[in-house]
Nanobody
């Protein structure tokens, strides 16, 4: 059974950093399209970043370029989201997702078959 589990969320002060992890079981993340999403209260789920090729080419939604970094460790079967310079508006539940197919348009804001349960990130002083 394919399963994704996020971890690493928590409370952080504005300007701080967090690294989220997404561990997979039942399949190899390196063979799947992986994306990170977030959903804030009262808002729609939005794509943060994703890999757009098996080679691990990253793509970022405009709002996150320069602050967030997606990375993959195939040996650990884990995908990471490094988040820097966090702002209160980054407060949301963050999800990772996986799918057998890669999309080209749109790259990240697209359907995924498999989702984790999410991890809460709260940015507050």
């Amino acid at each position: 059974q394919l399963q994704l589990v996020e971890s690493g969320g928590g409370l952080v002060q504005p300007g701080g950093s967090l690294r989220l992890s997404c561990g997979a079981s039942g399949f190899s993340l390196g063979n799947y399209a992986i994306g990170w999403f977030r959903q804030a209260p009262g808002k729609e789920r939005e794509a943060v970043a994703c890999f757009i090729s098996r080679a691990g080419t990253p793509y970022y939604s405009d709002s996150f370029k320069g602050r967030f970094t997606i990375a993959r460790d195939n040996a650990k079967n884990t995908v990471f989201l490094q988040m820097n310079s966090l702002k209160p508006e980054d407060t949301a539940v963050y999800y990772c997702a996986a799918d057998e197919k890669y999309y080209t348009n749109p790259y990240c804001q697209r359907p995924y078959n498999y989702w984790g349960q999410g991890t809460q990130v709260t940015v507050s002083s």
